[in-house]
């Protein structure tokens, strides 16, 4: 996916997320905010793993889409089981946890660690390549030379 052209739109939908999810926040409506905030999110992920403007398909569709679908599972279940056992003890706990609680740690941690960083290492090579590291090697080695000559 090209998002060279698209990128000030993306830019401007971040900033109306921010504001947004902000607007909605201040006034309890902590769900769509945390839901919006998977979005905003989505937005800068896609934004910092597309090479020279082009956002790879099997890193979006394979990485970045189920992160998200983790996230906002999680997102859903704390709030069914807040709302379940709101002002009374739950009748069971997730690893010691409020269930409530124990769906966004075991969310965020499976949708923010494992998720990428298991997609990541297996998709490696689409996002950086050996090729693209031994390029940004030699244009910092060739950043550092100029900056040597200029200095003397």
Not at 15 to 27: A, D, K, M, P
Not at 133 to 149: L, M, P
Request: with cysteine; proline share 2%.
């Amino acid at each position: 996916m090209d998002l060279s052209s698209k990128k000030t739109a993306i830019i401007v939908m971040i900033t109306i997320l921010w504001l947004t999810i902000n607007f909605l926040g201040w006034n309890d409506y902590y769900l769509v905010s945390m839901y919006l905030g998977v979005v905003l999110m989505l937005l800068y992920m896609m934004l910092g793993i597309a090479k020279q403007g082009i956002l790879s398909k099997k890193l979006f569709f394979y990485c970045l889409i189920p992160w998200a679908v983790i996230w906002i599972a999680s997102f859903t279940l704390a709030d069914y089981y807040a709302a379940l056992f709101a002002g009374a003890m739950p009748s069971f706990t997730i690893l010691g946890f409020h269930p409530s609680f124990a769906s966004i740690v075991v969310g965020y941690w499976i949708g923010g660690m494992l998720t990428l960083t298991i997609m990541y290492y297996n998709l490696k090579d689409e996002w950086l390549s050996q090729k693209d590291w031994d390029d940004f090697v030699k244009k910092i080695a060739s950043i550092d030379e100029t900056e040597k000559g200029g200095a003397q």
